[in-house]
Each structure stands twice: as C-alpha cells, then as structure tokens.
C-alpha cells in the first residue's frame, strides 16, 4: 500500500532535481545568451494569469463543500496572481514591470502558505470576504503601479535584479515550498490526487521563483522560469478543464435522473387520479344502485314485522319480493368485485330496468310510482348513458321514498324537442331548492352524473308542493366516464 504513494513522491523530487539540473546546464552552456521577446513574454503571460483566474473560480466553488476550506485561501492566492500577472502582461519593461511580477508571486505564495492553518482560523464569513478583498487590491495596486512609475523603487540594477527585487521571489519560493510539504502530508492521510497534483503546482511555482533570483532578464534561465511557470499553468488548465467535463457530465445524468424521476412521479399520478375517480364513481354507483334497493328492502322487511300477525299472505309476497329484489343487487356487488360494470345494452333493458326499480320502490311502501316510457327515446339511449339514468332514477325516487311523504309519484323517459328528457316527481311535502351542492350525497351524485353526460339537471321544488327532478341527455350522444 505504501509503495504506490512513496513512488509519485520519488517522481516529484526526482522531477525538481532535473528542473534544477536543466537550468544551471542551461546558463553553464551559453551565459552570455539572452532573447528579448516581450510579445512571447506577454502572451505566456496573459495565458498564466487567465489559466490562474480560472482555477480560481473553480476553488472558490469547491470552497462551499464541507471540509474544504483550504481551497479558500488557494483560491485567493490564484485570484491575486493571476489579476497581477495580466497586469504585468501588459507592463513595459522596466520598474514596474518586475514589481508586478514579484507582487503576483508573492499573492500566489501567501495563497498557498495559507493551507498551514486550521480550518477553524480560515473560516467563517472573513473568507467569504476574502475574494473581493484580493480583487480590490490586486486592481488598485496593478493601476497604480502602471499609473505612477516614477514611485516605484529600483529593481533592475546594471542589467541585474536588486535585492529590492529579489526579496520578493525568496519568501514567494519559500512559502511556495511550504505548501508543496503541506499537500503531500495531506495527500499521505487522505490519498486524494488533487492533493497530489496542488503539491506539484507548489513545487513548480516554488522552483520558478528560485531560478528567478539566480536569473537575468532575457537570459535562458530567465526563460526557463517562463517555462516552468506554463507547465504549472497548464497543470492548472487541465485540472480546470477536468472539472468542467466531470461538472458537465454530472449536471447530464442529474438531468436524466430528474427527468426520469418526474416521468414516474406524473405515472404515479395518473395511476392515483384513476384511482380516485374510479374509488368516486363506485361510491356513486353503490350510493345510487345497491345502498338504494337495499334500503327500500329494508323497509318491506319493517313492513314484513307489522304482517307477520295480521297478514301471512301479504308477509310471504313481500318476503318473496325483497328476495327478488336481492338477486340483482348481489349481481350488481359481484360485478363490482371482479371489475365489471353492469350496463344495459339497448332501450329495451333500460325500460325493463326502469320497471322492476319500481316494482322493487311499490313493494316496500305506501308510495306508489306510475312509470312512463317512449320507446323512440328508450332507442335513442346509449348503454353508458342508460346506466346514469338509471342511477339518476333510482336515487330520485329513494329520496322521495324517505323524505317526501308522498302518496304518488311519476318516472317518464320521453322525447321533448328531440332530446331525452328523464321526469322523476312526487307529490310530496318537497324542500326549499337552493343549490345541489348544499344537499346530500344522492343529489350531488346526480348533478356529478349529468356532467359526464354533458347533460342538464334541474331539481324543482318547494315546501308543500313536491319535487320534480328533471334531466335532459344532450342531442349528440356523448361517451360518459363511467
């Protein structure tokens, strides 16, 4: 298990050792060359400080996870370099030029010295601030060190960098040094690789500035600190370009995971919608169908109590029609069982329907209904339209049955104006009519029935004159939601 970390590690020295060698084989060979190229320089430049601003974004983040708080100051450390090192891009030769080269160094090193300390001292709402405080200055000092030259002091002497220069480039190496140690103690416990690859940035950037306090400028170590600093940017590029992928390719699948998911959650709750308008519409059809019969057979079995001592005959012909009557009702219950729903097939069903609803209504009490039935509008009744109808009947003669205290009523299905029209009356103590939704149960069902006919009832009464429930099919059959 060890033998893994203890060879990236031999790398990484290994790696610095030859960087060191190449430079000082480098000045060994040709002292005395130099290459004045400033539009190379600015480019590699400008490519460094943007390679460094977008590493920057990309930690500040990863600052917001838990446990990554030393990307905060790295962040900072990038911003601050990488604003200089555009400002130095841009810089004429001279003072002001290696000033903002030195400044940038120094930003990425405090950056980067930063990770030494405990989470507990970088966090909290200073390193939230911490990003605007380095842009803030980064700007001020690179306008001003552009703006007034003639303030800063000397950092080229005879062709050589001062000690005002060099001072700078030591503490920028030796904090960049710290930070490689820092990353591969980090990179030993946790085992990460971006541990791995910040600790060769670090060193990178740590050897950069020690060749730059032995180098001269446009000599080739002075090059070869260029070319030490573009490999780490590129290092930085590709871990930028690395998380932008990895970004795309998650943000993808969460898509896809989203998508699927709302997929699910809208069959989920189509299933469950049709499953309440089914749990509806058997409530319904019980409430108008078996509960109805059930309960007009309830009252011949009462009847059949007052018979038994005064009527034998009379108690066996009710007995015989409430048995009659249960039949169809635990057809009805069995149906809803399996699944199926009773429907009349054509206008002759409906009618033989209609009349054994009320010889079922005329058995089991006083009130007595006269039933009424055009067969040119029985024909003209689909089987799912039938089915509400008859449910529509059924419950307004139960109601008359328990609440009117009539003596009489009336069921007509006929033709009027070339529309079906359902007539259910009594003759009954009525109600004061103010809105179907204001009732029980059976009155609302019904309205529920006429709209998925995408017909129209109307329920007429008042106190001491009856009720009369009207309901008109609309002309052109339509499919009923059974």
């Known amino acids: ?126 390193s939230k601030r911490l990003p605007v405080a380095v842009v803030t200055g980064a700007l001020a000092f690179g306008l001003w060190t552009l703006t007034f030259p003639e303030h800063i002091p000397e950092m080229i002497r005879n062709g050589e960098f001062t000690p005002t220069a060099v001072a700078p480039q030591s503490l920028a190496a030796m904090c960049f040094l710290a930070a490689t140690l820092r990353f591969l103690l980090d990179h030993r416990m946790s085992g990460k690789p971006e541990d791995y690859l910040f600790a060769c940035l670090a060193l990178l950037f740590g050897l950069a500035e020690l060749v730059f306090m032995y180098s001269v400028p446009w000599d080739n170590r002075w090059w070869f600190w260029h070319v030490l600093r573009l490999t780490a940017c590129f290092l930085v590029l590709g871990y930028v370009s690395r998380g932008y992928l990895r970004m795309v390719t998650d943000l993808k699948l969460s898509l896809a995971q989203t998508t699927r998911a709302e997929q699910t959650v809208r069959r989920s709750e189509q299933q469950l919608r049709q499953m309440l308008d089914e749990r509806e ?93 055009n067969p040119a509008a029985a024909d003209r009744v689909t089987p799912e339209q039938a089915a509400h109808l008859l449910s529509i009947a059924r419950e307004a003669m139960s109601n008359s049955l328990r609440h009117s205290d009539a003596s009489a009523g009336r069921i007509a299905l006929r033709l009027e104006d070339g529309v079906v029209r359902l007539v259910v009356e009594d003759d009954g103590v009525g109600f004061p009519v103010k809105s179907v939704e204001q009732h029980g149960h059976g009155l609302r069902n019904m309205e529920a029935r006429a709209r998925r006919l995408g017909g129209r009832l109307e329920v007429i009464s008042s106190p001491g004159h009856g009720t009369r429930v009207v309901f008109d099919l609309p002309k052109e059959p339509l499919h009923a939601q059974v």
């Open 281 to 373: 519409r058997i409530a319904q059809d019980l409430h108008d169908g078996a509960i109805q019969t059930l309960y007009a057979i309830s009252l011949s079995l009462e009847r059949c109590q007052r018979l038994i001592a005064t009527s034998p005959q009379e108690l066996v012909n009710q007995l015989k029609a409430a048995v009659a009557n249960l039949k169809p009702v635990i057809q009805d219950l069995r149906g809803y069982l399996v699944g199926l729903d009773p429907l009349i097939a054509d206008g002759r069903e409906l009618e033989a329907a209609l009349a054994s609803l009320v010889r079922s209504m005329d058995s089991s009490h006083h009130l007595r209904f006269l039933l009424e039935v």
């Open 1 to 126: 298990m060890r033998t893994k970390p203890l060879a990236l590690y031999l790398t990484l020295m290994a790696g610095a050792a030859v960087a060191l060698w190449t430079s000082v084989s480098f000045h060994a060979l040709w002292p005395a060359w130099r290459w004045h190229h400033e539009p190379l320089h600015s480019t590699m430049e400008t490519l460094s400080g943007l390679a460094s601003m977008a590493m920057a974004f990309v930690l500040m983040l990863r600052s917001e996870a838990p446990h990554n708080r030393k990307f905060q100051s790295l962040a900072a450390g990038f911003l601050g370099m990488g604003l200089l090192d555009v400002f130095h891009a841009v810089a004429q030769p001279g003072n002001g030029f290696v000033l903002l080269r030195n400044i940038a160094s120094l930003a990425g090193s405090v950056g980067f010295g930063l990770v030494w300390l405990p989470d507990s001292e970088k966090g909290g709402q200073e």
